[in-house]
């Protein structure tokens, strides 16, 4: 019974979306790992996280932000680059699924 109840509280809480909506703001955020040989042997190692909010302005423009906090080795002990970076982004709806886009930054990375 506990849980019918919290479901149906979660269903009445959730926004019912309409088709006219427009989405204004939408947040990606997730792991960056990548690996890559190094000139004198072995492996140098990035991994960390990412934060992209995105301002939709109309239906094909936006606006990103890029904000990287990456942990580096066997570079250095201890070694972070952080990246912030912005920009405008075009897209536009093809078919029902597909939305191809371009889009194009500038910023700032500090190690």
């Given at each position: ?12 809480c ?35 996280r ?62």
């Amino acid at each position: 019974m506990r849980s019918l109840v919290a479901i149906l509280l979660l269903l009445f809480c959730c926004g019912v979306s309409h088709a006219d909506e427009t989405q204004v703001f939408s947040l990606t955020g997730g792991w960056i790992y990548v690996t890559a040989a190094q000139p004198e042997g072995g492996r140098a190692t990035f991994h960390g996280r990412y934060v992209i909010p995105q301002y939709h302005i109309n239906d094909n423009w936006s606006i990103i932000a890029e904000n990287d906090n990456l942990y580096v080795s066997p570079v250095a002990v201890g070694t972070n680059q952080h990246v912030f970076i912005a920009g405008p982004l075009y897209g536009r709806n093809v078919g029902k699924r597909l939305y191809p886009f371009v889009f194009g930054e500038r910023g700032r990375s500090r190690i």
